[in-house]
T-cell receptor, first 107, second 123 residues
Framework: DIQMTQSPFSLSASVGDRVTITCRAS??????LNWYQQKPGKAPKLLIY???SLQSGVPSRFSGSGSGTDFTLAISSLQPEDFATYYC?????????FGQGTRLEIK | QITLKESGPTLVKPTQTLTVTCTFS??????????VDWIRQPPGKALEWLGL???????RYSPSLKNRLTITKDTSKNQVILTMTNMDPVDTATYFC???????????????WSQGTMVTVSS
């Protein structure tokens, strides 16, 4: 299985801050990397697919980059609704695997 | 617009079999490329992919659960059914059915999720 490792595990930030979350795959996955946002009690929501493509309806303050084994999710100017848990997920090969999640909290 | 919703028990006893049904609309599992997956999330933990079923009835399962999982479809009812045998308390989780788009493309991702159903395994 491909292991997905996110860092940091948790992150405190303020409204207006720029934050980045990283995701590392245990082997190359090209650009088969997706990012999801999950709020408490809700299903995950797709933010970024193919490492850097913004899902329809997602604000442009979200961006993704990377290829191979190292990927980054950036949020350019945090809004109150962005405080949530973020997961990366590889879609290169089965079994599809997720990172352990990064919890973004209000400072 | 694609929507998915599960139905099934909220409580099962250890060793019992769990059956969860996902009823969806806005897409047909007879259409080439359409895929539905199952993903679960134990309380406070990360997401775990369980398996999928393709439009052509091919299936793939997580190797760690392969011996316990069966995914089937009823195209006449627009339903996908997850069956998991020999349930254990560690299987306590929210179970999601998910539309999986972009088969064989870089857009391969889970773009529409059900609300999830919480299943507790306890005697």
């Amino acid at each position: 299985d491909i292991q997905m490792t996110q860092s940091p595990f948790s992150l405190s930030a303020s409204v207006g801050d720029r934050v980045t979350i990283t995701c590392r795959a245990s082997q190359s996955i090209s650009s088969f990397l997706n990012w999801y946002q999950q709020k408490p009690g809700k299903a995950p929501k797709l933010l970024i697919y193919a490492a850097s493509s913004l899902q329809s309806g997602v604000p442009s303050r979200f961006s993704g980059s990377g290829s191979g084994t190292d990927f980054t999710l950036a949020i350019s100017s945090l809004q109150p609704e962005d405080f949530a848990t973020y997961y990366c997920q590889q879609s290169d090969r089965i079994p599809f695997t997720f990172g352990q999640g990064t919890r973004l909290e209000i400072k | 617009q694609i929507t998915l919703k599960e139905s099934g028990p909220t409580l099962v006893k250890p060793t019992q079999t769990l059956t969860v049904t996902c009823t969806f609309s806005g897409v047909s599992l007879t259409t080439r490329g359409v895929t539905v997956d199952w993903i679960r999330q134990p309380p406070g933990k990360a997401l775990e992919w369980l398996g999928l079923i393709y439009w052509d009835d091919d299936k793939r399962y997580s190797p760690s659960l392969k011996n316990r999982l069966t995914i089937t479809k009823d195209t006449s009812k627009n339903q996908v059914i997850l069956t998991m045998t020999n349930m254990d308390p560690v299987d306590t989780a929210t179970y999601f059915c998910v539309h999986h788009r972009g088969w064989t493309t870089l857009a391969d991702s889970f773009d529409v999720w059900s609300q999830g159903t919480m299943v507790t395994v306890s005697s």
